[in-house]
């Protein structure tokens, strides 16, 4: 138990990551009961284990696994977290729980699984399950297999989704496993159980056997449907439900809910799509236009085959439905037409609904071709045109259908109407309105009465379908002319059908339904036709609530069911009359209504009027009592009294009892005569309006407007009129037949009389409130005068609402009716009257012609062909829907690639849409939704058009359409920011106006949450404007439901946009006056939440308080009106009321420890890493919970309000108290800028500006107070900050720059710098171009320190953005880079790394223009020094920030201008002081000349200054003097743009390489030097020679200095040694280029140029280190051979150069590092192999390779195998077998050699004998070798006698070993002789090379080792006094496995070393170094370089 103490203390979830098992095993267990002892679902101790769950079940140790999924499966029940971990843990379980041999792991496997399922996680279980079917370990496979058919068999197939399973499952029964074949047969059966037969097409291809197999499974499963057993966590109400059954052990309800299971699942979801298009033959078009009827029938069968298949991919079909429909519509050949119509059927069936879009062209045809008599071809035509029904509405083919109902032929009447017959089938009430129903009733009524009986029988069995599916009392008002026997057959066909979904059909389910509510009514439902009418009004009123059906009518038609059999009355006789009228009226009242004294007649009618009064509506003969009236003198009645007493009880009667039409008629001529009469005018017209309200407005307005005008009278016209206009207003406009009395309007707007002209306008008027515009149509032929009286009228009422209708629904009653009667207003409407307009069919206009020239290629003709169209439509003024082939030819020119005409076809398509009117629904899938798609051009005239068609077309057919099927979603889908921005624009619009939308509106949601994160910023913009408009109708649950196929980043932005939307979604509501007034109950609740942001069930105290108050508003301000405004603007006069008193004292509360109790908690996972994209709810609420101690609690309210004005308000407060209580800010400034970091989502400026404010006085009050931020702090708020900085806003930016710079102040300059690198990484161009511009800032004001990791890193990820798209980015990069310039010089250009040459020359321009620029900067820099002695370095980027120098820093400042005075030559290591130079000498660009430095201090002794920082070590300082730093500053002049310049600063050092003595000066800067001069090379090679405006001559001098130089350098050997491999490389490949340059030929002495070159390289070959060189130039070889731009010349000259080392190489071979040599073969053989370089066109580098290698053997013999130490896995490499080949070859030649001097002289005879022995000896020493025990002994004897006889060859004895023993025998030799030479070698075991074998040091043979390795020692000595590691593998070696050589360029060399230096000084520079003796120069040494450099000087002067 000892090592148990270890871990047995330890907290539980650090047992369970221990390393040893038991540990883990214990923490399991403990994790387990703590896990059921956790109560809280949301306790923080569960985020401690989010992390490790993934452990528990990939948990290595059995035993402990098993406790592992215990656990697991108790964290994923109890933990509120454990979603998170969903993916990560299943598939822990698939790889490592499904493999293991024991069942409980595997069973506990599946329980993990399926409760993820439970907490609403099966998409992504069902994911990893699916993946888990890839694997190769069959039992995952069949353990995945199980664990989804365990799910679907207990959650059922509406949680686990079944296409993806379905779609796996045939590869699945290939399996060669037969558990897996197994299982899935099981898994199949499970899914038959829940989708039956949907499932079969999937599994059709499926072996044979398998198959049947599969069937006899299913046959044997039950018939009922299963039931759902296991519920999710949001099902609990369903779980109760299904709980409760179980006891009880009914299943009734459960079978709805299956049914609708059932139906959901649809074979057709499950397959999938297949693309044919592109399968049809290529000559497919031309063979079915052939005229051999065979060809025809073959591309016919061609496409019937394609489609065949049941699921096709949506394409442009146009063209072959084209083709398909003219076979059907006109090829001779009736076997052609069936065939085509079954292609139809099956391009329609594997559609679906992305047919609709050719319904329309199709449907026509196929029923004109009904003519055809040939059974097949008839059932053909019936299957297509079935087929394309489903996937049209019955809306859309209305038309279509109805004319041809009256063609003369009877089969197509027939067809028609048993067509429709199944079409009704289809329907549902809702789907089948009365608008649609009416028109196809008045048709069939037609042909019921046939001559043919089988058009009669069809249009029965239409009817009768019809009734089944909407019910009788819907169909009764259409068949009120049919005879009791008729309506019996309709009645007995209605019996008969069998709807679509069986018995629960719709008609069918009313009648089910009425059983279920209450008994009585299945007697009175058969009744009820035959049975007196006037009882159904009231069973009517019960009746329907639920199903609204009769609903849809007007209130004026819905009278038609009570009338219906009194409109039938017949008329009675006079004495008929007299005896009914007799019974109720006092027979005095009888004698005296003829009488001839007037007060008789008086008396009469008064006890007329009493009886009526006193009269029972059922026994009131109203057709008597009128006619009795009539009676004479009747309507002649001379005396005004009398008439009055008449006509009052015409209204009585028609207001009491049951008035007919029949009574009507009676009564209307006397009445209309009357309504002019002064005094009885108005009586009249009382009466009127009672008939009205008796037999329905718009036929007794028809009625008498036509008796009006039949008379002569002007008077009674004008009256009527003005009656007609008034009862409108009174009765509303539903039903008004306009047709009917616009002739008379007309004719009245002609009349001479003033009056009736008058009344006829004010008539208009009132018509034109409830119709629109389109009421003027009929007018426009009238004289302009009438014309602009007309328009005057329509001006007055333009805008005014029509009044609410207050007659006419008296007896209909039911408010659901009225209801329905104002949405039939305010939908239909417009519809009906656009019926009424003359309408002129323009189908046979649009002519073939026409439609070709609409599609020609020429642009002119196609605007001929639109120019056309546009003519026809205007002179049609309105037109039919029918319109020919012209749709499909409009649409072709929408994407036309001329914009006008595109334009123009808009403007046309606006003309359709007036002309056409309602009619225009059935086009707006062909037509319609392509002129959306023109919302995608980049044109925005275009759009504008587009977007105006688009309005006039939705004015005409309502939304519904546009909203249905996919083709709203599909738009939506691509990814043209334009299109989706305007038609969110347009739906966000269009949504708030609709009461309801169809349910295909939840395709675009997917689409819409994409749009939310678009790249295009408008298009983000649209969509969140666009989301609560979708809510209102959708739903938030819907949506948010949606949100979880979304990725986690995703997911998070769009459900917090989700919540925004909520929150201002009931504000946005603007739907219709009454949906409104039924609205505000359910508003109220909504708004509610939304106003806190509590969200996620968050604990109620924290919320408590706001809501009351909020409360009592929300009553005032009336319901929904609420708004946001409202919410923000009214309260806080009350609160501030009542909390006045809260409002006084601190607002910041002071928490001891409060921020390391939050950061340790932090550390500890216990709360959330303040860490996301857009901020998620719990965020908000930890926030809030955290700043509840902090801040006080009426502030803490305002913060977290819903209301921006509000923020506004507490960030006020806040600034106002930040003075006064800044402790209390310090202790909570965490929680205060993460509070301000959520104000950086918000899109609102005011509360961003405020924001802003704050910060930037927060920044000021913490560094007065010298507070620094600490990383917690920072890493929460600077991301967020740096977002701002990409703001479009100008303002916003430049405070966020001002609060960057102020940062600096409180925060390191050096940690800020990776958060704006981060910054940089981003997609807005604008954040990447500011963030680099503050880059460039911190650069410029803190040097080169502040670049983070290192700033070779930092450059080279900032030279990246040199190449961006952006302008912008661009610049600031390349400035960024210039200040980094400004740092250290030259240095930059290995710093950044490789750019290309573009983006190099944009650098080096930038470079030049600022050189150019500076000589204005001293003056500038002089006043700024001046004015701020503190900071003399600083050139600042921005001028604002100037001020803003921080503290710390103007202190660091201060110190370093100390250190400038009193050593003004001792600059930063390693780095060049531009500043300094500049600020001296710049003004030498126009002379350029050599920097005159004041040498007197030179000369004078150093005096290192006493530092307030511990100085470093003074060897730093002995190296590094002026002498240095001028040297470098004339080197890096070299590089120079300016030819002069460079020319200058080339003679300077060559006036140096000249003297021998001052020569030596260059030592140390030879590399740099080289490097400035090759740079200068590739600069003319690329730049100068190129550029026209350069004197060629110029560039000659800049050649001849450059190769002087040179040739000087490489004159002096010890120099010469010190180039190093990279710069040599580099500067080969520098002159190898120049060599080959045409272009130098053409300069005058071109080749003397050359010749120059060529001399100066065989120097180069000659002095410089041989080793070096030679490695060089094989690198350069490789490379040359790999680029496959360089020229076949390049690599032959470098091979020149290796042939003349080769030559040189038996003198040189002693100062060669073979090893090193051998090292870059190896790498070059590694990239070229024998066999590739065999491929090489040339064979000459197979020759030169063999040749080298050959030649080092021959000189070095078998001890260059000794050499190979630097190589890896030698026995890998080809080198080692060719070396080996190559030395035994020259072994045998020497052997043969040494046979023949044997033959000439004698040779000693002791060597004979030894000769002799030989054989033996070596055959004791492999015996030896060969056994166990003396192996060692045999090995140290072989070395001992190959060191005696070197000559001696042991081949012969190892030839016939093994390898293996081969190798041993090699490898031990190899080990003595390196244990025997000690120190000498390294031990071969090391591939670590010794430090003589590292290319940098060759040259410290020679005494001259100030280089880079020098600088490395004293590196590695500094590192180790500070304790940091030295053996980083990248400095102690190359990486020798690379295929690249080791030496890519001098970049890697010389450079690196250098700033690795410059920075460890850097680092060092606070620490007081021991002194450490400087292995070069002493100070007479250095007295003799002043002296040189002195009298350098004097000589230029």
């Known amino acids: 138990m000892g090592d148990d103490s270890e871990w047995i203390k330890l907290p539980i979830d650090q047992k369970c990551e221990h390393k040893i098992w038991k540990a883990r095993l214990h923490g399991y267990e403990e994790a387990l009961k703590l896990f059921q002892r956790i109560e809280d679902e949301k306790s923080p101790e569960w985020g401690k284990y989010l ?73 992504v279980v069902q994911d990893e399950l699916i993946k888990g079917l890839e694997n190769k370990n069959p039992k995952i496979i069949v353990a995945c297999i199980e664990t989804l058919r365990k799910a679907l068999c207990e959650f059922g197939s509406k949680i686990i989704t079944l296409k993806p399973v379905v779609k796996v499952l045939p590869k699945l029964f290939e399996s060669r496993e037969k558990a ?5 047969k099981l898994l199949a059966v499970e899914i038959y159980r829940w989708i039956r037969d949907a499932l079969r097409p999937p599994l059709q291809n499926i072996n044979s056997v398998q198959l049947k197999e599969l069937e006899e499974e299913w046959v044997k499963l039950p018939t009922s449907p299963p039931k759902q057993s296991r519920f999710l966590r949001s099902q609990q109400d369903l779980k109760a439900k299904f709980e409760k059954q179980q006891a009880a052990g009914g299943d009734e309800a459960d079978g709805e809910a299956d049914e609708e299971t059932e139906a959901q699942v649809d074979a057709y979801e499950l397959l999938e799509a297949v693309e044919i298009l592109s399968k049809l033959p290529k000559d497919f078009y031309e063979k079915i236009e052939a005229k051999k009827w065979q060809e025809r029938k073959e591309a016919l069968e061609a496409v019937e085959a394609l489609t065949k298949n049941p699921k096709l991919e949506n394409g442009d079909y146009g063209d072959l439905v084209r083709a398909l429909k003219k076979v059907i519509g006109k090829d001779a050949n009736v076997m052609l037409v069936a065939l085509a119509a079954k292609c139809m059927a099956g391009l329609t069936t594997g559609l679906r609904k992305k047919f609709g879009t050719y319904a329309g062209h199709v449907v026509p045809t196929i029923l004109e071709k009904f003519k055809e008599k040939k059974p097949q071809v008839v059932q053909a035509l019936q299957e297509a045109i079935d087929a394309v029904f489903l996937t049209t509405t019955l809306q859309n083919i209305s038309e279509d259908v109805l004319a041809v109902m009256d063609n003369k032929n009877p089969s197509i009447k027939q067809q028609a109407s048993l067509f429709l017959a199944r079409s009704f089938r289809h329907c549902t009430p809702s789907t089948l309105p009365k608008s649609v129903l009416k028109p196809f009733c008045a048709a069939f009524l037609k042909q019921v009465n046939d001559s043919a009986p089988e058009v009669r029988d069809a249009a029965f069995e239409a009817l009768g379908t019809a009734m089944k599916v909407v019910g009788e009392k819907a169909v009764n008002p259409f068949l009120t002319e049919v005879d009791k026997l008729k309506l019996d057959k309709i009645k007995e066909c209605a019996d008969k059908v069998e709807l679509a979904g069986g018995k629960k059909g719709d008609g069918g389910g009313v009648k089910k339904a009425k059983p279920a509510a209450k008994a009585p009514p299945p007697a009175e439902a058969p009744a009820k036709p035959s049975g007196p009418p006037k009882k159904a009004p009231p069973a009517k009123a019960s009746g329907p609530p639920k199903k609204g059906k009769p609903a849809s009518a007007p209130s004026g038609k819905s009278k038609k069911a009570p009338e219906s059999k009194e409109t039938v009355e017949t008329e009675l006789s006079t004495e008929v009359c007299e005896e009914k009228a007799a019974a109720v009226l006092p027979a005095s009242c009888m004698q005296l209504l003829d009488s001839a004294n007037w007060k008789e007649r008086l008396a009469s009618m008064e006890e007329f009027q009493r009886a009526v009064e006193q009269m029972d509506k059922s026994e009131m003969p109203c057709q008597a009592l009128v006619r009795m009236l009539a009676k004479k003198p009747g309507w002649k009645e001379t005396n005004f009294q009398v008439m009055q007493m008449k006509l009052h009880i015409v209204g009585l009667i028609a207001q009491k009892g049951s008035f007919s039409k029949t009574s009507a008629l009676v009564v209307l001529d006397g009445l209309v005569d009357k309504i002019g009469d002064v005094k009885c005018g108005i009586k009249a017209k ?59 309007v007309k004719t009245a707007l002609g009349a001479t009389n003033p009056a009736v002209r008058t009344s006829a306008i004010t008539l208009l008027g009132v018509m034109y409130l409830y119709m629109g515009a389109p009421l003027r149509m009929f007018f426009e032929d009238e004289k302009p005068a009438l014309l602009s009286q007309i328009d005057a009228e329509f001006e007055k009422m333009q805008g005014q609402t029509p009044p609410a209708s207050i007659r006419g629904s008296k007896k209909v009653g039911t408010e659901e009716e009225g209801d329905e009667a104002d949405e039939e207003q305010v939908d239909g409407g417009a519809g009906d009257i656009m019926d009424l307009l003359p309408r002129t069919d323009i189908s046979d206009k649009i002519t073939s012609d026409m439609v070709s020239k609409i599609e020609d290629k020429n642009w002119k003709v196609r605007k001929e062909g639109l120019d056309e169209v546009a003519a026809i439509i205007s002179e049609a003024k309105f037109i039919q829907a029918s319109i020919g082939e012209l749709p499909m030819a409009l649409k072709g020119r929408l994407n036309d690639s001329n914009k006008l005409l595109v334009q123009q076809t808009l403007t046309i398509l606006q003309q359709i849409a007036t002309a056409m009117g309602p009619a225009l629904k059935q086009h707006v899938k062909n037509l319609g939704i392509p002129v959306i798609t023109v919302l995608g051009d980049s044109k925005a005239n275009v759009r504008a058009a587009a977007m105006a068609t688009l309005n006039a077309w939705v004015e005409q057919t309502g939304m519904k359409e546009w909203l249905e099927g996919e083709d709203l979603s599909e738009e939506l889908k691509k990814e043209n920011p334009f299109l989706r921005q305007e038609l969110l624009g347009w739906l966000a619009e269009k949504l708030p106006t609709l009461r309801a939308v169809p349910a295909d509106l939840m395709l675009c949601i997917p689409h819409l949450f994409t749009c939310l994160e678009d790249r295009s910023g408008d298009v983000r913009k649209k969509a969140q404007d666009a989301l609560p408009t979708f809510m209102m109708h959708l739903g938030y649950e819907k949506m948010n439901k949606a949100t979880s196929k979304l990725k986690p980043a995703s997911k998070d932005q769009v459900v917090s946009m989700l919540e925004k939307a909520r929150a201002v979604m009931p504000a946005k509501v603007a739907a219709p006056a009454k949906a409104a007034a039924s609205k505000p109950a359910p508003s109220a609740p909504a708004a509610k939440p939304a106003s806190a942001p509590a969200r996620n069930q968050t604990p109620s105290e924290d919320f408590g308080e706001p809501e009351p108050k909020a409360d009592p508003k929300k009553a005032k301000s009336a319901g929904p009106a609420a708004k946001k405004g409202v919410v923000g603007k009214k309260p806080p006069v009350k609160v501030g009321a009542k909390d006045e008193e809260d409002k006084s004292g601190p607002i910041y509360i002071l928490v001891p420890n409060g921020k390391e109790q939050r950061v340790k908690e932090e550390k500890g996972l216990k709360i959330l890493k303040w860490n996301f994209m857009t901020p998620r709810d719990e965020y908000v609420e930890q926030l809030k919970t955290q700043l509840s101690t902090c801040l006080a609690k009426w502030l803490l309210d305002e913060l977290f309000h819903f209301d921006f004005q509000r923020h506004v308000k507490a960030i006020g407060a806040m600034i106002e108290h930040m003075e006064a209580e800044c402790e209390a800010v310090i202790s909570c400034l965490d929680l205060v800028l993460k509070w301000f970091t959520l104000r950086f989502f918000d899109t609102n400026t005011s509360v961003l500006m405020k924001a802003l404010e704050f910060l930037k006085l927060l920044f000021i009050m913490l560094s007065k107070k010298d507070y620094q931020l600490n990383d917690y702090e920072a890493s929460s708020f600077i991301p967020y900050l740096i977002l701002k900085v990409g703001e479009s806003k100008d303002v916003v930016r430049k405070d966020v720059r001002a609060i960057l710079t102020m940062l600096c102040k409180v925060y390191a300059a050096s940690k800020v710098f990776p958060f704006l690198m981060d910054g940089t990484k981003s997609k807005n161009s604008k954040q990447r171009s500011e963030c680099l511009e503050e880059l460039g800032c911190l650069i410029e004001n803190f040097g080169m320190n502040v670049c983070q990791p290192t700033p070779a890193k930092a450059l080279k990820e900032i030279a990246v953005h040199i190449g961006d798209r952006d302008t912008t980015v661009r610049n600031a990069a390349l400035n960024t880079v210039l200040a980094a310039y400004n740092a250290c010089g030259d240095q930059v250009f290995k710093l950044i790394g490789n750019l290309s040459e573009k983006e190099m020359s944009m650098l080096e321009e930038r470079i030049k223009r600022a050189a150019k620029k500076s000589p204005a900067a001293p003056a500038k820099q002089e006043r700024v020094q001046k004015e701020q002695p503190t900071n003399p370095n600083a050139t600042f980027l921005r001028k604002p920030a100037q001020e803003e120098v921080p503290n710390k820093l103007r202190q660091a400042r201060a110190q370093n201008a100390l250190l400038d005075q009193s050593a003004p030559s001792i600059p930063k290591e390693f780095q060049l002081d531009l500043d300094v130079f500049e600020n001296n000498h710049t003004c030498a660009s126009d002379i350029p000349d050599l920097v005159q430095h004041k040498l007197d201090e030179v000369l004078e002794p150093v005096m290192i200054p006493e530092r307030k920082i511990r100085s470093v070590s003074p060897h730093f300082d002995d190296i590094h003097n002026s002498t240095a730093s001028t040297i470098n500053f004339v080197i890096s002049q070299v590089a120079s743009g300016d030819i002069n310049t460079s020319i200058q600063a080339l003679a300077q050092i060559d006036e140096v390489l000249r003297q021998a003595d001052k020569a030596e000066a260059m030592s140390g800067h030879i590399d740099q030097f080289l490097i400035a001069t090759f740079m200068q090379l590739r600069l003319i090679y690329n730049t100068h020679m190129a550029d026209d405006r350069l004197d060629k001559k110029d560039i000659f001098k800049l050649y001849s200095c450059i190769i002087g130089n040179m040739l000087s350098l490489f004159s002096m050997e010890s120099l010469a040694r010190e180039a190093s491999i990279g710069v040599l490389k580099d500067l080969m490949h520098g002159l190898i280029t120049l060599m080959l340059d045409s272009r130098v030929e053409d300069i005058e002495d071109g080749q003397q140029l050359i010749r120059s070159v060529n001399l100066l390289m065989v120097r180069v070959l000659e002095r410089s280190d041989q080793t070096n060189i030679l490695s060089a130039l094989l690198v350069l070889l490789q490379d040359s051979l790999t680029s496959t731009a360089g020229s076949p010349m390049f690599s032959e000259l470098v091979m020149k150069c290796l042939w003349r080392m080769i030559r040189f190489l038996p003198q040189t071979i002693n100062s060669i590092n073979l090893d090193r040599i051998l090292l870059d073969v190896h790498n070059f053989m590694k990239v070229f192999p024998k066999e590739k370089l065999k491929q090489l066109k040339s064979d000459v580098p197979h020759r030169t390779l063999k040749t080298l290698l050959h030649t080092l053997c021959k000189l070095t013999g078998a001890k260059i195998l000794d050499h190979l130490s630097m190589i890896e896995n030698r026995n890998e490499s080809e080198l080692e077998a060719h070396l080996r080949k190559v030395v035994k070859l020259l072994a045998n030649l020497s052997g043969h050699k040494s046979d023949k001097s044997t033959e000439k002289g004698a040779l000693r005879s002791d060597d004979k004998v030894i000769k002799a022995n030989v054989s033996d000896i070596l055959s004791e020493i492999f015996k030896k070798i060969g056994s166990k025990e003396n192996t060692k002994e045999g090995l140290t004897e072989l070395y001992e006698y190959k060191q005696k006889y070197s000559d001696a060859d042991i081949e012969p004895f190892l030839r016939n070993t093994s390898q293996f023993f081969q190798s041993y025998v090699e490898r031990g030799l190899r080990m003595i002789e390196s244990e025997r030479e000690g120190k000498g070698r390294i031990p071969t075991s090391t591939v670590i090379p010794p430090p003589s074998t590292d290319p940098s040091s060759v040259s410290l043979g020679n005494g001259d080792d100030l280089n880079a390795a020098a600088y490395y020692e004293r590196l590695k000595i500094l590192r180790q006094r500070r304790g940091l590691e030295n053996s980083t593998p990248e400095e102690e070696r190359p990486p020798l496995g690379s295929l690249k050589p080791s030496v890519a360029s001098c970049t890697d060399m010389l450079h690196s070393k250098l700033s690795q230096l410059k920075e460890s000084r850097e680092h060092f520079q606070q620490e007081q170094s021991h002194s450490h003796s400087p292995t070069r120069s002493s100070a007479s040494n250095l007295d003799d370089l002043k002296k040189r450099l002195e009298r350098i000087k004097s000589k230029r002067q």
């Open 51 to 123: 992390g490790l769950t993934k452990r528990f079940v990939t948990e290595s140790n059995a035993v402990a696994q098993l406790k592992g999924l215990e656990a697991a499966l108790a964290y994923i029940e109890n933990a509120h977290v454990a979603g998170r971990t969903t993916g990560e843990v299943v598939s822990g379980v698939v790889c490592k729980v499904f493999n293991q041999p024991k069942a409980r792991a595997k069973d506990l496997g599946m329980d993990i699984c399926l409760m993820y399922i439970e907490i609403e996680k099966a998409e």
């Open 180 to 184: 897996v074949r197994d299982e899935a």
């Open 686 to 744: 009382e009466a009127l309006t009672a008939i009205g309200e008796a037999c329905s407005l718009p036929w007794t307005a028809e009625q008498v407007v036509s008796v009006a005008f039949a008379q002569k009278n002007p008077k009674n016209q004008a009256e009527t009129l003005s009656w007609l206009a008034n009862a409108m207003k009174e009765f509303g406009f539903a039903g008004i037949n306009v047709k009917a009395f616009i002739n008379n």
